[in-house]
């Protein structure tokens, strides 16, 4: 089993919908998450941080981490064609820089 | 631009060969991660390093070696290689604590034929 599980999609919906992405993961020392956008043929980048439970609010994205279940969420609101990318969540634990990545759900915003 | 430069950006060679993949970090950042993303595997951590040192270790294969030079550029090794070595390797690099994430250069797509 992997430690961090990200359904690949595809995933697929119109514009201006709100779009919901999930990790869970089973590595209990995990404290740091983020959510990562990768555009075809680019290198990852960081959308989203947060440390710990709770919510994070960052304009039409929202990143909510529930610990007790090991979930995390990605919100888009009033999604866009230019969101149309990979996102990946990726995690760590205290004292250790490496970041696991789920495989990532591909995302398509249909115009 | 992410400010994390990677150099070549494509690389095709055959099996057996060895192959030198260039990383710059941005400026000020003392810590350079390595990591390898194949289609199948998705992103896995190769090695990090942090002003110079080795600070940390995945599962790098014994056929690849990296290292980080006193102006915190870095250089991964990948010899003896084989069809399966055939991924995207990407450098990132942060200030410091890379658990707050770190930046990522646009990758070096390598294909072993």
């Known amino acids: 089993q992997k430690e961090v599980e990200q359904d690949p999609g595809p995933l697929s919906v119109p514009e201006g919908a709100i779009v919901s992405l999930n990790c869970t993961y089973s590595n209990s020392a995990f404290q740091y998450f983020m959510w990562y956008r990768q555009y075809s043929r680019k290198g990852p980048e960081l959308l989203m941080y947060?440390?710990?439970?709770g919510n994070k609010e960052d304009g039409r994205f929202t990143a909510q981490v529930d610990k007790s279940s090991k979930y995390i969420s990605l919100f888009i609101r009033d999604s866009q064609p230019s969101d149309s990318a990979t996102y990946l969540c990726a995690m760590s634990a205290p004292g250790n820089e490496k970041l696991t990545f789920g495989t990532g759900t591909r995302l398509t915003i249909i115009p | 631009d992410s400010g994390v430069t990677q150099t070549p950006k494509h690389l095709i060679t055959a099996t057996g060969q060895r192959v030198t993949l260039r990383c710059s970090p941005r400026s000020g950042d003392l810590s350079v991660y390595w990591y390898q993303q194949s289609l199948d595997q998705g992103l896995q951590f190769l090695i990090q390093?942090?002003?110079?040192?080795?600070?940390a270790k995945g599962n790098i294969l014994e056929r690849f070696s990296a290292q980080q030079f006193p102006d915190l550029h870095s250089e991964l090794n990948l010899s003896s290689l084989e069809l399966g070595d055939s991924a995207l390797y990407f450098c990132?690099?942060?200030?410091?604590?890379?658990?707050?994430?770190?930046?990522f250069g646009s990758g070096t797509r390598l294909t072993v034929v």
């Open positions: 990132a690099s942060s200030v410091g604590g890379g658990n707050y994430g770190y930046t």
């Open positions: 390093y942090y002003n110079g040192e080795e600070r």
């Open positions: 947060t440390y710990s439970s």
